[in-house]
């Protein structure tokens, strides 16, 4: 299809070339090169921490930050069904607990008011989970941590450059991770971030990235890691990527400002991304789409007519509650998140990378509103 709008494409116009060509004229191709800690320093400084450990990409990054913590079995923590399953998986691998929240309809992130109550005598953390562009409410997690003594993950993948109350996102988790994956506002290819205040935090995940190898006995261990160091030709494009940061950031906003503007007519039957909350303005990691229930079809259906048209599009994320994976562990049995349900069924996003046109939301924009026209 000649005209045919992904639905994502990294934007790469900045000093990556220049910084990659570096990389192979000096040989330092590995994961010992210098813009690894450029890049580490750099993106610590941007979201206010002492120390970052760049990862091979965002979910060992929270594989990572979770044994980091020293969760083990039976310990709970309170985190999002409607995320993604690299959120869960190290909590499940560890014999450790998930106990989910369902999402607020207006922001779709987690619910904070549900929190409290599924607090016990086993909750050890509570996961904040950033979800498409709009921070979590972090005030009042914070103050229930603080109440309770639970550590607090900040899965931030989604996050750059967005702050809550004027302070970066990354900034507020005991941990808080990140992914650079391309679908990101800035990318290294693949790759992923943790940050932390914490020395000792930052001395385990930096030993777990690289096997848990000892400085003075390198091929005796004492614990279990992995080999998840990122390579030094990534940070290049890293370093490359966050120097445009802040343009990104803007290009993004702007993005979301038009579809809003364009998509304004069709409010009956769609619900859009809020465009702020009174703590922060949204940035669009991605531009979601709610079909309202007027809509006779959900958004399988709406997807299939929008790639006949030749727009890109992909699902919300489906809910950890009903994956088929943690149904045959007998988890999450008889459990109902009708947020998070609903989002799943009726929610996908459209084009939203870097690199789109306003002529291409605009034929976007028009494409919606003729799969809605057809019904309505
Ligand atoms: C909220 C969230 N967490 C974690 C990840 C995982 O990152 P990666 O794809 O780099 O493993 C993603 C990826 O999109 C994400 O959206």
Redesign the pocket.
């Known amino acids: 299809m000649n005209n045919y709008i992904p639905v994502n494409e990294p934007l790469l116009n900045g000093n990556e070339k220049k910084y990659l060509a570096e990389c192979i004229d000096t040989g330092w191709i590995s994961s010992d090169g210098p813009f690894i800690k450029l890049f580490e320093e750099r993106f610590a400084s941007r979201v206010k921490r002492r120390y970052a450990v760049a990862v091979s990409?965002?979910?060992v990054a929270?594989d990572a930050a979770i044994s980091a913590l020293g969760l083990s079995v039976g310990d709970e923590v309170i985190m999002p069904t409607f995320?993604?399953i690299?959120?869960i998986s190290q909590i499940i691998r560890l014999g450790a607990k998930p106990v989910l929240v369902d999402s607020d309809p207006m922001t779709w992130n987690m619910d904070f008011n549900q929190i409290e109550r599924k607090i016990t005598k086993r909750t050890k953390a509570i996961m904040i989970?950033h979800i498409y562009g709009l921070p979590v409410d972090i005030d009042p997690i914070l103050d229930l941590a603080n109440k309770y003594n639970l550590k607090v993950i900040e899965?931030a993948?989604?996050m750059h450059g967005q702050t809550y109350k004027g302070k970066p996102c990354g900034s507020f988790g005991d941990i808080s991770t990140f992914?650079f994956?391309p679908n990101k506002h800035i990318t290294t290819g693949?790759g992923?971030m943790i940050v932390m205040n914490d020395e000792d935090l930052f001395k385990k995940c930096h030993s777990l990235r690289n096997l848990c190898f000892q400085p003075q006995k390198r091929f005796v261990h004492e614990e279990l890691g992995w080999n998840m160091r990122m390579t030094n030709l990534q940070a290049a494009l890293g370093v490359a990527q966050l120097e445009k940061l802040d343009e990104f950031v803007l290009r993004k906003r702007a993005m979301g400002k038009l579809y809003t503007k364009l998509l304004l007519d069709t409010k009956e039957y769609l619900e859009l991304p809020l465009e702020k909350t009174d703590y922060a303005n949204n940035i669009y990691w991605v531009f979601g789409v709610v079909l309202k229930e007027k809509i006779p079809f959900n958004a399988d259906e709406a997807m299939k007519k929008l790639g006949a048209l030749g727009i890109g599009t992909r699902p919300f994320f489906y809910p950890m509650h009903m994956q088929p994976v943690f149904q045959k562990m007998g988890l999450f049995k008889n459990e109902s998140y009708p947020v998070a349900e609903r989002l799943a069924e009726r929610g996908f996003y459209i084009p939203s990378g870097l690199t789109l046109s306003e002529n291409q939301i605009l034929e976007v924009s028009t494409s919606v509103k003729k799969i809605l026209n057809e019904i309505c």
Do not use: R
């Open positions: 990409n965002g979910t929270i995320t993604i690299s959120c989970v899965d993948a989604e992914s994956y693949e992923g």
